[in-house]
């Protein structure tokens, strides 16, 4: 998260002068905001946010939390992590309830899951983060937020064998890019969709990046979002831009429930805002 005002990094690509318009030809044409999720409320979505918890009972989420688990570093326990099953949880931080919030108000119908994973200080270990994606895609979550991710090398090969299992199991991955300029993952991998930041508030209006490694621009500058304590706040992020997209994409799948993630990547990408249609 970085400072309100203060512009994350990769969010550069989806500066109004740098935005490449696109056009749709052929099958492509047909497709379109009204029929992608025109109508749609998220019903029968799950959600999974991975953070720093989700406040239950914040007056922006509606009751949507369904339920979520907490993921604590255990050195006595079998993969360094053990897991507290939560019927009412809690944001140490205020960062996950941000994002669940952002997923609700596009998505009003779809179930919200809190898995904790990150501390009071918004920071946690890979093995916390690695198992509560996992359980995320083992207690088949449709969708992943994941407004967080690692730098550390030697995590790579075990968030790509993780995320690889997801893709494989039709379980659709939104990952924030790191808002320094350093390269971090799952967010870099092909099988995720990842998100950068723009201005502007409409939350329909997103961009597609023809040019990798971030794939899409969604609002995150000087957003205002639900925090813990059932506050609010205005903020600037790449992590509040992900949820943008897990939202539209919770409304696609509850429209569209037989479309595999590749399919659902290629329909965000013919309803970007920068997609061109006719001559």
């Known amino acids: 998260m970085s400072e309100t005002g203060m512009r994350p990094a990769w969010s550069q690509q989806f500066l109004a002068e740098a935005i490449r318009e ?3 030809d052929g099958p492509l044409a047909d497709i379109h905001p009204e029929w992608a999720w025109g109508g749609s409320r998220g019903k029968g ?19 949507a939390l369904r339920g979520g688990v907490a993921v604590e570093y255990d050195e006595q326990a079998e993969n360094l992590v053990r897991f507290e099953e939560e019927e009412c949880p809690a944001d140490l931080a205020g960062h996950g309830t941000a994002c669940a919030g952002i ?11 809190s898995v904790r994973v990150l501390g009071r200080d918004a920071k946690g270990r890979g093995v916390q983060f690695a198992a509560g994606l996992e359980w995320s895609i083992e207690n088949r979550m449709q969708v992943i937020n994941l ?3 690692t730098s550390r090398e030697d995590y790579f090969a075990i968030f790509h064998q993780i995320t690889d299992q997801a893709y494989f199991q039709g379980t659709i991955l939104v990952s924030a890019v790191n808002n320094m300029p350093v390269a971090s993952y ?3 991998y092909s099988s995720v969709i990842s998100v950068a930041a723009h201005e502007g508030h409409d939350p329909f209006i997103y961009y597609y990046n023809p040019a990798p490694p971030v794939e899409f621009g969604a609002p995150g500058i000087d957003v205002r979002v639900a925090w813990k304590d059932k506050q609010y706040l205005t ?3 790449n992590s509040f831009a ?10 696609i799948l509850s ?10 990547k290629t329909v965000l990408l013919a309803c970007a805002a920068n997609m061109r249609r006719g001559l």
């Open 186 to 188: 799952p967010s870099l």
């Open 22 to 24: 696109l056009r749709a």
């Open 235 to 237: 903020t600037t992020g």
């Open 45 to 63: 979505v799950r959600v999974a946010v991975v953070d720093s918890g989700v406040e239950f009972d914040h007056p922006a989420l509606e009751g």
């Open 255 to 264: 429209k569209h429930p037989e479309l595999t993630p590749f399919q659902v």
């Open 242 to 251: 992900a949820p943008h997209i897990a939202g539209i994409t919770a409304l």
């Open 103 to 113: 997923i609700h108000s596009i998505a009003p119908e779809a179930e919200l899951y």
């Open 147 to 149: 407004s967080l991710s």
